[in-house]
Nanobody, 122 residues
Framework: VQLQASGGGLVQAGGSLRLSCAAS????????MGWFRQAPGKEREFVAA????????YYADSVKGRFSISRDNAKKMVYLQMNSLKSEDTAVYYC????????????????WGQGTQVTVSS
């Protein structure tokens, strides 16, 4: 399983970015997906998750209403649309995957991508 995150960069506070994660080496449609982030000096934290078919989505309180997770099973892609970015959103963002036996949300993942840096300037 390989996960390749992209789309990070430098953006001003209030701006938007869209992160993408390309998956390979797996039957994507039976994997639940998640986004996590890690800021310097802090532990990795959960950001958003989506069930294998997409109907169930869950967000951390800190990003609710600003971020949106989505997926395209045909393209084996998962996305994180980030709007109204704040300086505290600055972190390395990771996508993660795990096999799912049902269309549920999970908080533990088996496979991780390499991360993409998001820097929000105030």
């Amino acid at each position: 399983v390989q996960l390749q995150a992209s789309g990070g960069g430098l953006v001003q506070a209030g701006g938007s970015l869209r992160l993408s994660c390309a998956a390979s080496g797996l039957t994507f449609s039976v994997y639940a997906m998640g986004w996590f982030r890690q800021a310097p000096g802090k532990e990795r934290e959960f950001v958003a998750a989506i069930s294998r078919s997409g109907p169930s989505r869950y967000y951390a309180d800190s990003v609710k209403g600003r971020f949106s997770i989505s997926r395209d099973n045909a393209k084996k892609m998962v996305y994180l649309q980030m709007n109204s970015l704040k300086s505290e959103d600055t972190a390395v963002y990771y996508c993660a995957a795990r096999p799912a036996f049902s269309d549920d949300i999970y908080d533990e993942y088996d496979y991780w991508g390499q991360g993409t840096q998001v820097t929000v300037s105030s």
